[in-house]
């Protein structure tokens, strides 16, 4: 007796089990980086995740669980271990999450001060997306050299007070910023941003003998022309692997509702305690503390203009 997969149970049970770790996925298949530290193919069994909600079932980064026979090319991967973090989208107006990544320390949100323009939106929804899935965040401000210095501070401003390291690159220097480095070398880091942002771009500079492939971007629109159109992970050190992903347009945030937003929101949960009404989202209660600390310059008001913009974009759900 065979199953969807044409494997007989029998069959399946006799090879062995081994976990890995995926680093690239193409359509139906599935490149995992073994215990062995080779990289090994596998398909995903049949109906193994018929029942889930899940439109993007296994993501990089996901450990799993895989059988393999000594003398077949491709494996099967029959489960998948717990997440300890993630990174997580859904489109907008779909209700299905998308995972980007798995199990990463450092989400790098790469934007670039112009071409493609700067979306402080966009930051703020990562930022979101990176509280949601307990990863830490990194801003990455990219092309530097394309305005001039003061313009910079201005549009980094609104984070400042956010527990946030932020650093600067331009592929015009050379040099490396050593905490940047370190930080990279030293964990799992995904890196998003809009599409020719320039992620690929700061990889191949940190990382010379990655010589990713490096996008246009559009004089017309100044968008970037999906050079990477798959999300794939690297090994840059011993400890150290990056997930270099293709561009975003749109961040829908996944699992978040006008409820919970202010949640996500370590700066807000600093003033909240002191809002007169307990379920107080921020936005329209009076004897806000939260607003207070607007209106005192506490919290940065384009920031909490950020908060506004993206609670007015949920659902109540
Ligand atoms: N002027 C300037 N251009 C850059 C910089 N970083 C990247 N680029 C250019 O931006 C375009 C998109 O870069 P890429 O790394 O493919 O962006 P990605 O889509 O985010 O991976 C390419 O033409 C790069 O040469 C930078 O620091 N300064
Ligand atoms: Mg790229
Ligand atoms: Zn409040």
Redesign the pocket.
């Known amino acids: 007796m065979k199953d969807e997969d044409g494997i007989s149970p029998y069959k399946l049970k006799q090879m062995a089990t081994e976990t890995g770790t995926v680093i690239r996925r193409t359509k139906g298949f599935y490149y995992l980086r073994a215990q062995s530290k080779q990289t090994v193919e596998c398909k995903v069994k049949g109906l193994l995740f018929k029942d889930s909600r899940f439109d993007n079932q296994i993501a990089v980064g996901d450990r799993v669980i895989y059988k393999k026979s000594a003398t077949e090319d491709i494996g099967l991967i029959i489960g998948i271990e717990p997440r300890k973090s993630f990174l997580s989208r859904t489109r907008i107006g779909h209700e299905s999450e998308q995972v980007i990544a798995a199990n990463i320390d450092y989400l790098l949100i790469?934007a670039?001060t112009r071409?493609p323009a700067f979306r402080f939106n966009l930051i703020n929804r990562m930022l979101v997306a990176a509280s949601v899935g307990q990863i830490t965040p990194v801003l990455v401000i990219?092309?530097?050299?394309?305005i001039a210095k003061q313009e910079i501070e201005p549009l980094i401003a609104p984070f400042r007070d956010l527990d946030l390291d932020i650093f600067y690159?331009?592929?015009?220097k050379p040099e490396r910023d050593e905490r940047l480095f370190d930080l990279l070398g030293n964990g799992v880091s995904v890196l998003s941003?809009?599409?020719?942002?320039?992620?690929?771009?700061?990889l191949?500079k940190y990382f010379t003998s990655l010589s990713?492939?490096?996008?246009?971007?559009s004089n017309k629109t100044h968008r970037?022309s999906?050079?990477?159109t798959y999300t794939i992970m690297h090994q840059i050190s011993e400890k150290g692997f990056v997930i270099?992903t293709p561009?975003i347009r749109e961040f829908g945030l996944w699992k978040v509702t006008q409820e919970n937003l202010c949640e996500y929101y370590p700066l807000i949960q600093k003033y909240n305690q002191h809002c007169k009404h307990r379920n107080c989202r921020h936005v329209h209660e009076p004897q806000c503390a939260v607003k207070d600390a607007v209106a005192a310059k506490d919290i940065h008001p384009v920031l909490y203009d950020g908060y506004v913009s993206i609670f007015n974009s949920l659902s109540t759900r």
Not at 169 to 172: E, G, L, P
């Open positions: 790469i670039s071409h990219t092309k530097t050299d394309l690159s331009s592929t015009t941003g809009q599409s020719g942002a320039g992620k690929s771009s700061l191949n990713i492939k490096i996008g246009d971007v970037g999906h050079t990477t270099d561009g």
